[in-house]
Structure formats: C-alpha cells, structure tokens
C-alpha cells in the first residue's frame, strides 16, 4: 500500500508541479503564454520537483525493503527485535543510531559539500542525504515491526515521559549545528570544523526527530474538543437507516440492519455511525 502511494504520489509530481509553478511564471515573465513556459521549462537542465523532489528516494527505499522482505524475511524480523530493545536500552539505541547516521552522512558531506545537489533529469538528489534518508527509513521499520503500541513509541515511553528534555536537547544540537555550520560558510574552515559541523548536524537531526516524536506522544494522544469530528446530524442518521443506542452492541445490531437495508449508499454512513456508537458511554 505504501509503495502504491509513493509510486502515484510521485509520478502525480512530475505532472502537478510544472502545474504549480506556472501562476509564479505567469506573473513575472515577459511572454506568459503556456507554449513559452513549455519552452522556458524545457530549457532547464533538470525537471523541477518541488517540495517533493525527496518522494523518488521514499519509492526507492520501499522498493529496497520489498526486496529484503522477499529475499531475505528474517532480516526484517531480526531489525525489529533489535528495535524492541529501545524501550529498555534506550541510551545504547540512541548512541547506535547517531553512530550509523555519522557514518552515512559525514564522508558523504565531506566530499560533496552539505549544499551540493543534482542538476540534470527527474531524480533529484542532494548528494550527501541519500544514506542518512536511509538510516532514518529502516529505523523507521524496525520500529513499525515492532508496532507502534509498545516500545520506543508508545505512549508510555521514555520519550513520552521526557519531552521537554527532548525539546532541550533539539534546541541546544540546533544552535550548535547552526554555529559550526557558519564557520565554514566562507569555504576556508578547516576539514576538523567542517567534520565538526557535520557531526553537529547528524545530532541535531537525531534530537530533532526524538523531540517531535516525543512531544506527539506526550500531546497528541489526548482527546480533542477541537479536532473532533462534529456529531452527524439526527435527519441524516435517520436517513442512513441508524437508530443509535448507548449499549454498543445495540447499536451494532442497528448499523448492521443499515447495512443490509442500503448497502451501496450509505456504506460509508454506517461506518460512520459505528464509529460513533461506540464511542459513547454505556
């Protein structure tokens, strides 16, 4: 399902985003005809992605871990069961994802430069991300492996209990990765600053997902009045063909009258009601 998405959202790019661009171009050139924005488009030596050029490196890592799956199904397993291990071993986890990151980031940012990006055809690339998006995926899998209703991201978690040190944490790597960064902004600091820098961001990158991950938990967990989807209307329940009740398993009984009395109409309406029903006290 996950593949299906990256592979639509991504092809939906290359159509949506000379789309997008056009109303910019309009407004600012010479000639707004379409056919000279064609041309213009043309000329350029890559085909622009947008905010979502990073979508092909999400569809090739899905493909990758497709593949994994399928040649090798214990690797998957095995990365989950050592992502288990977070919850208990939380300071041994941290440690060995920055370590990992720095590996895949650092030498790649030393060669290319952290700026450096592709410029020719559909894939864009900046050259020193690609294995750190890596690293950050199959951490990302091995935590879903695992489910996210236990371990590092449950709501109970390390990470639940201490977000506003999180948010420390992300801010104080931030500044540091933003003070390095500017020494080596005139392009003659030392390689040990520029190592420096790049160390600074794989930890401020690491701090920052942890923080957001955290205070998720922390927050987002909790019942909104505001976010809540309002209540549908009697008129249109009674159209729906539900009568609701406070017992759950009443009002299951009644969804599934509905269902049988207007199945291809009001299908989504029933889940709807479902929904509803049992989610109000006995």
């Known amino acids: 399902m996950c593949f299906g998405s990256d592979c ?42 947008g905010p979502l050029w990073f979508l092909w490196q999400l569809l090739a890592l899905n493909v990758i871990v497709a593949g994994l799956h399928w040649l090798a199904p214990n690797a998957i397993a095995s990365l989950g069961r050592w992502s288990a291990t977070a919850q208990a071993h939380f300071a041994r986890y941290f440690i060995a ?43 990302g899998v091995g935590v879903g492996t695992v489910g996210i209703e236990r371990g590092v991201v449950s709501v109970d978690s390390i990470l639940a209990r201490h977000w506003a040190r999180w948010l420390a944490a992300a801010l104080a790597s931030l500044f540091l990765w933003m003070g390095l960064t500017g020494l080596t902004m005139n392009g003659s600091a030392p390689i040990a ?63 599934r009258r509905a269902a049988d009395r207007r199945p291809a109409t009001s299908g989504r309406n029933v889940v709807a009601a479902l929904r509803d029903a049992l989610a109000r006290p006995r």
Do not use: K
């Open 8 to 49: 639509l959202s991504y092809s939906a790019s290359l159509v949506l985003i000379p789309l997008a661009l056009y109303p910019a171009y309009r407004v600012t050139a010479a000639d707004p005809s379409i056919s000279a924005y064609w041309d213009a488009w043309r000329a350029l030596p890559f085909w622009t992605n």
């Open 193 to 255: 600053v520029e190592v420096a820098a790049n160390l600074s961001f794989v930890l401020a990158c690491a701090t920052g997902c942890f923080f957001l991950i955290a205070v998720s938990l922390h927050f987002a967990t909790r019942h909104s009045r505001l976010l809540a989807c309002p209540p549908m209307p009697t008129a249109f329940m009674r159209y729906a063909g539900v009568e609701l009740d406070r017992r759950p398993r009443r009002a299951a009984r009644s969804v």
């Open 97 to 139: 994802l920055l370590a990992v990151s720095a590996l895949a980031y650092v030498p790649l940012a030393v060669a290319f430069t952290p700026w450096a990006w592709s410029d020719s055809g559909f894939l864009t690339v900046q050259f020193c991300r690609p294995l750190l998006y890596a690293v950050y995926f199959f951490a």
